[in-house]
């Protein structure tokens, strides 16, 4: 593989002639790509480069390359994506949301709507290449298990967006090494460097030493989305990860420093984007239908590994014996773009926090930083860990994160219960009379506060009362 790859006019024509686009069909797509790049600067405030880039990659991957279901998150073979950095959250709004309109326009109000929400603290590179590459594994593994010659009944692809280079080192590294060492041929890591220019740059030759395949791009004018098309699709290809580095070009970067949008427009998404994307489903469906063919070819070959491989889907308790191990890796923030299946992973806060953005532990339980659809449970004690546990093994529809504090707490025998959890919340400890006057809610090691709390009040006979009226009486009525 040549050190950098630049692509002629030539070369990307005969790409596209590979890829069995048509002249029009090239003009229509280049028309669209250059409306994304115009609504992503607007969107984000950002430079033309950096817009175009993005712009390039989400229509090389949600258009042309990933093999997913937008209408069925129960598509198991479908193709995974992580991001990180400027790449989570409205980039795959924007994707998401011209995939899920099917070819009809959304007014600029609703378009407005649609990325106005609040979205979570991006990940830095390092947890989002450790989120995908524990993925790479899973999906390897499954392979393993139950592909056999002339019938691959699993062949997706984990795909993750970067946009730092923060994963060279750390723990993250060791990883990195692991992946390649294991050829996991699954995974493709795709490397934004244009937001990247202050920091240390990309060791490309340690992630070949390491057993990566690495593509360089240059984000140029001869980067068109049918080069980036090729370099994911070999990537597919491959035995073994690979990693598409884009840098920024030799030349000076005032180009995009200096080309700030008009904020003052409002967000309007032109009817020609939505075309553009209209076949996404349709293709979709088709890639969901050639698989159920498989799966049923597949049960009637193999019908004891046929009902073993669903329960593995589902997460059913009878295969968790056989994966224990498995479940005990560090807790990294599910980014995959559609709902993950059954997944429940534990680990100790030691491991959480270490990167240079923070020197100390985080110590704090951040629930926000997994999606909404997640249980997320903080147990008091040992007791209260196994209901979280049975409550985990009995979810099928949501994956499940446990918190588990990094020093021993003692335990509460008589009062903490497992199946109480399992309830979604039950009585801890309760009066010796029915007649309270105030009911104390907690959850985690706060438990512990607050039987202290509980026992004070007993003790001390002191009732509640309402500190603006206390006020109002010291001072006299005023």
């Known amino acids: 593989m040549n050190p950098m790859m630049h692509h002629t006019p030539a070369e990307a024509s005969g790409d596209s002639r590979a890829s069995g686009s048509s002249p029009h069909e090239l003009q229509k797509l280049d028309r669209a790509s250059k409306l994304l790049v115009g609504f992503i600067s607007q969107l984000n405030k950002e430079g033309y480069e950096s817009s175009r ?5 989400g229509t090389a991957l949600f258009k042309h390359v990933m093999r997913y279901a937008p209408e069925n998150s129960h598509y198991f073979n479908r193709d995974r994506l992580v991001v990180s950095g400027h790449y989570a959250g409205r980039w795959q709004d924007l994707f998401v949301h011209l995939i899920a309109a099917k070819g009809l326009a959304v007014d600029p109000l609703g378009v407005a709507s649609v990325f106005s929400r609040t979205t979570t603290l991006p990940c830095h590179s390092n947890q989002a290449i450790s989120s995908a590459i524990g993925q790479a ?16 009944l699993l062949d997706n692809m984990i795909w993750c967006v970067i946009d730092d280079a923060k994963f060279q080192q750390d723990s993250a590294l060791k990883a990195v090494s692991l992946a390649g060492s294991w050829k996991l041929s699954n995974l493709c890591v795709i490397y934004d460097s244009m937001y990247d220019s202050m920091s240390d740059k990309l060791e490309v030759n340690n992630l070949k030493t ?7 791009l240059v984000n140029d004018d001869d980067l068109t989305i049918t080069a980036l098309c090729m370099a994911l699709s070999t990537s597919r290809r491959s035995n073994a990860p690979t990693l598409i580095s884009v840098q920024s070009p030799n030349s000076s970067l005032s180009h995009w420093l200096h080309s700030h949008p008009n904020n003052t427009t409002p967000l309007d998404l032109p009817l020609e984007l939505y075309d553009v ?6 293709k979709s469906n088709l890639y969901e239908a050639d698989w159920l063919v498989k799966v049923k070819r597949y049960g009637e070959l193999y019908p004891a590994l046929a009902r073993e491989f669903w329960n593995h889907v589902a997460g059913k308790p009878a295969t968790i014996t056989q994966h224990q191990t498995a479940l005990t890796v560090p807790i990294t923030p599910p980014l995959s773009l559609w709902p993950a299946e059954q997944r429940s992973r534990r680990g100790d806060h030691s491991s959480l926090g270490r990167d240079k953005f923070s020197q ?8 926000g930083r997994t999606k909404p659809e997640t249980l997320h449970f903080r147990p008091c004690d040992a007791e209260e860990a196994a209901g979280a546990f049975l409550v985990s093994i009995r979810s099928t529809k949501l994956p499940t994160t446990i918190s588990l504090p990094q020093n021993g707490v003692a335990s509460c025998p008589g009062h903490s219960s497992r199946l109480g959890v399992t309830l979604g919340a039950y009585a801890f400890s309760k009066c010796h009379d029915e007649d309270f006057d105030l009911t104390l809610m907690t959850a985690g090691v706060g438990i512990h506060y607050a039987i202290g709390t509980q026992e004070f009040l007993i003790r001390e006979g002191v009732q509640e009362i309402c500190p603006s009226v206390a006020e109002q009486e010291a001072d006299g009525g005023n």
């Open 210 to 216: 390491r057993g990566w395949n690495v593509i360089e």
């Open 360 to 367: 100390q532990p985080d110590r704090r339980s951040r629930p």
């Open 137 to 152: 594994i899973a999906m390897r593994n499954l392979t393993m298990l139950y592909n056999k010659p002339g019938l691959e």
């Open 53 to 57: 880039l993005k712009a390039s990659i």
């Open 277 to 282: 994307f209209q076949d996404v489903s349709k």
